[in-house]
């Protein structure tokens, strides 16, 4: 259970002046509510939910027309249609200023640093935009980008949005099958990539990969390659410098386009299978994303946004909207350990960052090499940090308190590429207490269900969402009947989302999550969650890292852990039975690995999450479905043939 103490509560001065309080004031004045805190904020959001949608439109100063009707089939969760009349641009919400004040921060690990005005971010994007209008592209065309997490590929997805084309894209670590499986299933016009990109030192060549996917990809009139690397210029295509030197523009026309057109396509993982390509709309990302940055995180003006991401990764597309909040965004490309552990930090301070954004790895692997960041930074500015990709353990949200920064929102979000933006978020006017996320979403009816859809409070289950909500996706590319959408979130509850993670709802209403559900362990019928043993054992000195499975033995599951342990650490028989009794006493006999195997690493996707369910594969002599979507396939050859896992 949780901890009652909280390891961090806002301060009244702090509560006061957050947007979040002042959105309580606009609904009690607009909407003659009787809102007093956040608990009935959210019930309130829920009971009213046209209300409360409209009235972030309004508080958020979404740019548009709202329209005359709010909801069209509120009832159906997977039918029901929101602002069906309204109109809007993405792009006209995100470039919110125009002045000489940075719009962007850059730096692509020691190789390249840069920062890019608001007056000139809008210069670049109108200039991009008048050429690929000149070059046919029109609403509802697709424009992909394989690139770094660079200025340019803000600079190209605001430009496609602005003309009413879809973005899409994916980062230059994935090869070219990977590439190929994602944007074939989209038919892009144009591609946007770099000749390289720079990682842990080193400088990737990607020149012979861009020519692979363009021969590959037959829908493509046109290429445009920025040098950011400066190889040789032998990638057939437009160079990024000259269409800007040549289609100068200062003015952008705004293509308003329905709140339910598609604005970015974003493809599933494809561990296991073909990725799934989900459109999301126009206004859905808009709403959820204002939402979720100003009340949820309280991004202010002026604020400085940072999330460690690759444009691969939905929380790149999280990350860019805070440029609607008019916030600067904080980018950087590249590893976040060279030229050493301090370089996201030095770039933090440096810059001036208000949310640091990362994934819970990064913090766990802060934690075991005994780095303490807040104390040789001035972190002074920093708010908000923001965990997601996979389960911040107890441990962490203490390591953050004690090593980072005292007074901080810690806010321990998760969602999904399925909705590009969060069920679960933080709260700048709540307490945070250890091991749990502050909040449900508002305006998101997240609620825990067994296995027969009855809600639990308490007890672990699977979350679901009970009514509809406007970042729902448009569809599946492709999925003309709509059968792929209704199978992946409909088929398991009659009218409810089932999202496929294992949680618990307290009674306080934080959420504590372990893990998605269908890497959920079942020793003789009992659903174990893997972040519980996680945590238990990856607080043993000598283990780095670990990963667990259910291995199919003798008509019933048995739990196999894999351990990545310190270099030079062998696994032997003294610390086997230190893992078993750290699992015993943490978590219950049931946790209890039956095999235990040390590894050198584990397998990860292009976002760092490790991969229970290929490794359940090869463990069974069961074909992976879709290598290609890991960042190191390689490593799931040492889970093939284990001669332990043969008895």
């Given at each position: 259970m949780s901890n009652p103490v909280p390891?961090?509560?806002?301060?009244?001065?702090?509560?006061?002046k957050s947007l979040l309080s002042r959105f309580i004031s606009h609904v009690n004045l607009v909407c003659d509510a009787s809102v007093t805190d956040y608990t009935t904020l959210y019930q309130w959001s829920l009971n009213e939910k046209e209300q409360f949608w409209s009235a972030v439109w309004q508080f958020c100063g979404v740019k548009g027309d709202a329209g005359q009707r709010l909801l069209v089939n509120g009832a159906d969760i997977e039918k029901a249609v929101w602002f069906p009349d309204a109109k809007l641009n993405f792009a006209e919400n995100l470039l919110s200023r125009t002045d000489d004040e940075v719009a962007i921060y850059f730096r692509a690990e020691d190789r390249v640093s840069s920062t890019l005005s608001w007056k000139e971010l809008g210069v670049q994007v109108a200039s991009l935009a008048?050429?690929?209008k000149a070059r046919g592209v029109k609403k509802k065309d697709v424009v992909a980008g394989y690139l770094p997490n660079i200025p340019e590929s803000v600079v190209a997805m605001l430009a496609a949005t602005s003309i009413g084309a879809i973005w899409t894209s994916t980062s230059p670590d994935f090869g070219v099958e990977s590439v190929v499986e994602r944007?074939?299933?989209t038919s892009p016009k144009i591609l946007i990539c770099a000749d390289g990109y720079f990682y842990s030192g080193k400088t990737i060549d990607v020149r012979e990969k861009i020519v692979a996917?363009?021969?590959?990809?037959?829908s493509l009139e046109q290429?445009?390659?920025?040098d950011l690397v400066g190889f040789e210029r032998n990638v057939p295509g437009q160079r990024w410098e000259e269409i800007l030197l040549?289609?100068?523009a200062s003015e952008i026309e705004f293509v308003r386009v329905g709140f339910n057109d598609p604005v970015y396509i974003l493809y599933s993982s494809g561990t296991t299978g073909k990725p799934k390509c989900i459109a999301h709309k126009v206004g859905g990302v808009v709403l959820q994303h204002f939402k979720e940055l100003m009340l949820h995180s309280d991004v202010k003006p002026g604020d400085k946004v940072f999330y460690f991401t690759t444009c691969g990764w939905m929380m790149w597309n999280w990350l860019v909207s805070a440029l609607g909040c008019r916030a600067s965004i904080v980018l950087y490309d590249g590893s976040p350990f060279y030229p050493d552990a301090d370089v996201l930090w030095d770039y933090a301070q440096e810059a001036g960052v208000t949310l640091f954004g990362t994934s819970a790895k990064y913090i766990d692997a802060l934690k075991k090499n005994g780095l303490s960041p807040g104390k040789n930074h001035n972190l002074q500015t920093l708010k908000t940090l923001c965990s997601t990709g996979?389960?911040?353990v107890p441990e962490s949200f203490g390591y953050v308190y004690e090593e980072i920064k005292k007074d901080l929102c810690l806010a321990s979000i998760s969602g999904g590429t399925d909705i590009v933006s969060c069920f679960v978020l933080g709260c700048p006017i709540l307490p945070v207490y250890a091991g749990e996320s502050q909040c449900r979403g508002l305006g998101m009816a997240?609620?825990?269900?067994?296995?027969?859809?009855?809600?639990?409070?308490?007890?672990?289950?699977?979350l679901v969402c009970r009514t509809t909500f406007p970042s729902q996706p448009a569809c599946f590319w492709g999925d003309e009947s709509g059968e792929k959408y209704h199978k992946a979130y409909f088929a398991r509850y009659d009218n409810v989302w089932h999202h496929g993670d294992f949680v618990r709802l307290s009674t306080s209403g934080g959420v504590t999550i372990y893990g998605r559900s269908d890497a959920t362990l079942n020793p003789a019928g009992v659903r174990i969650g893997t972040a519980e043993i996680y945590r238990c054992v990856e607080q043993l000195e000598k283990v780095q890292e670990s990963l667990a499975i259910g291995q199919d033995w003798d008509n019933d599951v048995r739990v196999v852990l894999f351990v990545v342990l310190r270099p030079g650490v062998v696994l032997d028989r003294e610390l086997e039975q230190a893992i078993r009794a750290t699992v015993f006493k943490n978590c219950s006999p049931r946790h209890v690995p039956a095999k235990i195997v040390q590894v050198g690493e584990l397998p990860r996707t292009k976002s760092g999450k490790i991969v229970e369910l290929a490794v359940r594969e090869v463990v069974h002599n069961r074909a992976v479905k879709n290598i290609g979507a890991l960042a190191n396939p390689e490593a799931l050859r040492q889970f093939e043939n284990i001669d332990r896992l043969q008895h």
């Open positions: 390891l961090w509560s806002p301060s009244e001065d702090r509560i006061s008048k050429w690929m944007f074939s299933q996917i363009k021969d590959k990809l037959p290429t445009v390659v920025v040549h289609n100068r996979s389960v911040l997240v609620e825990v269900f067994d296995e027969d859809g009855n809600a639990l409070v308490g007890e672990k289950g699977e």
